[in-house]
Nanobody, 124 residues
Framework: LQLVESGGGLVQPGGSLRLSCAVSGRSLDSYTIGWFRQPPGKEREGVSCIESGDTRTDYEDSVKGRFTVSRDSAKNTVYLQMNSLKPEDTGVYYC??????????????????WGAGTLVTVSS
């Protein structure tokens, strides 16, 4: 399984970006996907999680109401729609996958595969 993130870039505060996590090698349907980010100089942190079968999603408190995770099985892609972006959302965003696992709140605590990341910079 390979994961490739895209959609990052520079955006002004209050703006929006949609990140994509394209999955290849196997069907996305049996994988739970977690989104993570690593702010500059800080540890990587969980942002959101969407379970296989699209049965459950959850978000870290600071992004609730602003970020939405979804999956498109036909395109084998998971999306992270990010609205009302703030400077503190800046960081490298990663997606990770685990086979038929569950979300622990907004965290995917078991990860089998990782993407290389995409940089999001929120700045005026």
């Amino acid at each position: 399984l390979q994961l490739v993130e895209s959609g990052g870039g520079l955006v002004q505060p209050g703006g929006s970006l949609r990140l994509s996590c394209a999955v290849s090698g196997r069907s996305l349907d049996s994988y739970t996907i977690g989104w993570f980010r690593q702010p500059p100089g800080k540890e990587r942190e969980g942002v959101s999680c969407i379970e296989s079968g699209d049965t459950r999603t959850d978000y870290e408190d600071s992004v609730k109401g602003r970020f939405t995770v979804s999956r498109d099985s036909a395109k084998n892609t998971v999306y992270l729609q990010m609205n009302s972006l703030k400077p503190e959302d800046t960081g490298v965003y990663y997606c990770a996958a685990a086979y038929n696992y569950y979300c622990s709140g907004y965290m995917l605590v078991v990860t089998d595969y990782w993407g290389a990341g995409t940089l999001v910079t929120v700045s005026s």
